[in-house]
T-cell receptor, first 114, second 117 residues
Framework: DAGVIQSPRHEVTEMGQEVTLRCKPI?????LFWYRQTMMRGLELLIY????????DSGMPEDRFSAKMPNASFSTLKIQPSEPRDSAVYFC????????????FGNGTRLTVT | AQKITQTQPGMFVQEKEAVTLDCTYD???????LFWYKQPSSGEMIFLIY??????QNATEGRYSLNFQKARKSANLVISASQLGDSAMYFC??????????????FGSGTQLTVLP
């Protein structure tokens, strides 16, 4: 089975540009998560969807960040406009909605904003 | 709110020796899951082992085992017979049963393990 698929793997952009990160979860998983990892702050949850509905977006840093899940097999995380402090690795993960279910992570998108 | 604490920023172990990575947690949920992930230098997050709060036996997966002490709220990872490929960052994480935000995976700050030849 294919795991969680994220694209692109690397993104380099200039400050002020729009960035869109994409994620395809594992088929049959009804929960999807976006995490951000930095050296300073570790792994932070940005937003969490269950059955395509956003459940908790309290981790979204500010209005420049938005996430959508139009269907069970696709999600996007958009940053507009991007800033250098957004530079990080962004992970998408999916799971079944049970406390026993591990999250399966994609390989991440390394974002660099210059 | 859930909280995971990993007090060892870095650990060293000699190849073929066993090592224990510490993890303590705090939660108000009665039922929850505890997870360990490995993140090698290549960056991917690899699920290692799971322990349920009501599981009577400590979880084991190959060379990985979990020393779960519920009363002390600790879930330490034991790696036996360390290999050079075990060098990585290790994260402890928790997932609660309550609906809403508790369903997320809350991570500790991680422990960087280095296996010495």
């Amino acid at each position: 089975d294919a795991g969680v698929i994220q694209s692109p793997r690397h993104e380099v952009t200039e400050m002020g540009q729009e960035v869109t990160l994409r994620c395809k979860p594992i088929s049959g998983h009804n929960s999807l998560f976006w995490y951000r990892q930095t050296m300073m702050r570790g792994l932070e949850l940005l937003i969490y969807f269950n059955n395509n509905v956003p459940i908790d977006d309290s981790g979204m840093p500010e209005d420049r960040f938005s996430a959508k899940m139009p269907n069970a097999s696709f999600s996007t995380l958009k940053i507009q406009p991007s800033e250098p402090r957004d530079s990080a690795v962004y992970f998408c993960a999916s799971s079944r909605d049970r406390e026993r279910s591990p999250l399966h992570f994609g390989n991440g998108t390394r974002l660099t904003v210059t | 709110a859930q909280k995971i604490t990993q007090t060892q920023p870095g650990m060293f172990v000699q190849e073929k020796e066993a090592v224990t990575l510490d993890c303590t947690y705090d939660t108000s949920d009665q039922s929850y899951g505890l997870f360990w992930y490995k993140q090698p230098s290549s960056g991917e997050m690899i699920f290692l082992i799971y322990q349920g709060s009501y599981d009577e036996q400590n979880a084991t997966e190959g060379r990985y085992s979990l020393n779960f002490q519920k009363a002390r709220k600790s879930a330490n990872l034991v790696i036996s017979a360390s290999q050079l490929g075990d060098s990585a960052m290790y994260f402890c994480a928790m997932r609660g049963i309550s609906s809403g935000s508790a369903r997320q995976l809350t991570f500790g700050s991680g422990t960087q393990l280095t296996v010495l030849p």
